[in-house]
């Protein structure tokens, strides 16, 4: 009765055969899919991107709260934001100062791509003369309309 009892239960684990096969395609989807995590490529242009987008709501907020014309500009240098026109005891082409008092611009420190330069000036309602569309990274789209919409995809 032993005998039947210990013959019975099942045997566990795995056979070689089945191990090697979970290894390869182990290594098949370490060859694959691993680039893609580590590539910082996309994160750097994303990160660009958010930067943008940011400075251009910042310039937009800054016009309707002074009154004044603020020009953004974002080329394969950098971004940077200035007054437009003379307004109040500040001269055209003054930048813009961050909340922290210094010039509100960046460096474009990794060589993100930005076609075609974007230069758009806000008015004190926040809006802008035509409008405004620029590619960031080749995958991010930002596009300022008329209204002072500033549309961002994806």
């Not at 590539?39 to 242009?45: A, G, K, L, P, T």
């Not at 991010?140 to 994806?154: K, M, Q, S």
């Amino acid at each position: 009765m032993l005998k039947q009892a210990l013959r019975a239960k099942p045997e566990r684990g795995f056979t070689l055969v089945e191990l090697i096969l979970i290894m390869v395609v182990l290594g098949i989807l370490a060859a694959v899919a691993a680039p893609r995590f580590f590539d910082r490529s996309v994160f750097d242009e994303r990160l660009y991107f958010e930067e943008v987008l940011s400075a251009v709501r910042y310039a937009q907020k800054v016009a309707v709260a002074s009154g004044c014309e603020i020009r953004v500009e974002v080329d394969n240098s950098g971004y940077r934001l200035t007054h437009a026109a003379p307004c109040d005891t500040r001269a055209a082409k003054t930048p813009v100062a961050d909340p922290a008092g210094g010039a509100y611009r960046a460096a474009n420190t990794n060589s993100v791509s930005v076609a075609p330069t974007l230069e758009v000036t806000f008015n004190a309602l926040g809006g802008t003369d035509r409008q405004h569309a620029t590619t960031v990274g080749g995958t991010f789209d930002l596009i300022v309309h008329e209204t002072g919409f500033v549309e961002a995809t994806p």
